[in-house]
């Protein structure tokens, strides 16, 4: 470390771009709402710094990923699928899902069949199962979504690329903060040699939502 400018000059070498600038986020009303009454309930003792970092940790650590698990789990093992229709929360633990922060959440499994599609929708705002998905996409939060699920399924599900036949009957499941829906998406054919492991590569996050099947590797 005799020189230590080295690093700095070669680094700003290799920058042959013009300055970029930040992208932090606007302050908009309900984040100064959000901060004020954090800081709030902070100052107050009702909850700690430390307790909302962790929330918050716990949300961004999950993904699709572990939706799929339970899906590939579902199409494995008739008594585990059989458990998670009846009592989702007990056949989550099960699996060593953690919920302590979604206790208050009640969380639906909605099976699809040859006769039934599922779809999820929050009508309301972007209520969506983050304990097995994680954060929802921007297109689940957007108005056009949210109204246009309920008025026009078939037409939103032709959009997303997925065509039904019309004798299968189509049902769209409005969540709220209280009730969850997951879609339990069809085992796809030719799959039964497959192990669970990679069953949940074929679970996407749109099969899900309902705005997708799963298809076997062709
Ligand atoms: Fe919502």
Same mark, same amino acid.
């Given at each position: 470390?005799?020189?230590?400018?080295? *690093?700095?000059?070669?680094?700003?070498? %290799?920058?042959?771009?013009?300055?970029?600038?930040? *992208?932090?986020?606007?302050?908009?009303?309900?984040?100064?709402?959000?901060?004020?009454?954090?800081?709030?309930?902070?100052?107050? %003792?009702?909850?700690?710094? %430390?307790?909302?970092?962790?929330?918050?940790?716990?949300?961004?650590?999950?993904?699709?990923?572990?939706?799929?698990?339970?899906?590939?789990?579902?199409?494995?093992?008739?008594?585990?699928?059989?458990?998670?229709?009846?009592?989702?929360?007990?056949?989550?633990?099960?699996?060593?899902?953690?919920?302590?922060?979604?206790?208050?959440?009640?969380?639906?499994?909605?099976?699809?069949?040859?006769?039934?599609?599922?779809?999820?929708?929050?009508?309301?705002?972007?209520?969506?199962?983050?304990?097995?998905?994680?954060?929802?996409?921007?297109?689940?939060?957007?108005?056009?979504?949210?109204?246009?699920?309920?008025?026009?399924?078939?037409?939103?599900?032709?959009?997303?690329?997925?065509?039904?036949?019309?004798?299968?009957?189509?049902?769209?499941?409005?969540?709220?903060?209280?009730?969850?829906?997951?879609?339990?998406?069809?085992?796809?054919?030719?799959?039964?040699?497959?192990?669970?492991?990679?069953?949940?590569?074929?679970?996407?996050?749109?099969?899900?939502? %309902?705005?997708?099947?799963?298809?076997?590797?062709?």
């Amino acid at each position: 470390m005799n020189e230590p400018h080295d *690093h700095h000059h070669a680094h700003a070498a %290799g920058h042959r771009h013009p300055p970029q600038a930040d *992208h932090d986020d606007t302050l908009t009303y309900y984040r100064r709402l959000e901060i004020a009454v954090r800081e709030l309930l902070i100052e107050k %003792g009702i909850i700690t710094a %430390g307790e909302v970092s962790k929330v918050i940790e716990d949300i961004e650590s999950r993904s699709p990923e572990g939706g799929a698990r339970v899906v590939a789990r579902a199409w494995s093992d008739p008594k585990f699928r059989e458990l998670l229709l009846r009592d989702a929360t007990s056949a989550l633990t099960s699996m060593g899902f953690e919920l302590a922060l979604f206790l208050d959440t009640q969380l639906v499994i909605v099976e699809n069949t040859p006769d039934v599609h599922n779809v999820v929708v929050c009508t309301l705002c972007s209520c969506y199962p983050r304990m097995l998905l994680g954060l929802p996409p921007a297109w689940y939060k957007s108005r056009a979504y949210r109204a246009r699920v309920v008025s026009e399924p078939r037409a939103v599900l032709r959009e997303f690329g997925l065509e039904l036949w019309d004798r299968v009957a189509v049902r769209v499941h409005d969540s709220t903060a209280d009730l969850r829906y997951l879609v339990l998406p069809m085992r796809p054919p030719r799959t039964e040699h497959m192990s669970e492991a990679e069953l949940t590569a074929l679970v996407t996050r749109d099969s899900m939502i %309902g705005t997708a099947v799963c298809r076997a590797p062709s």
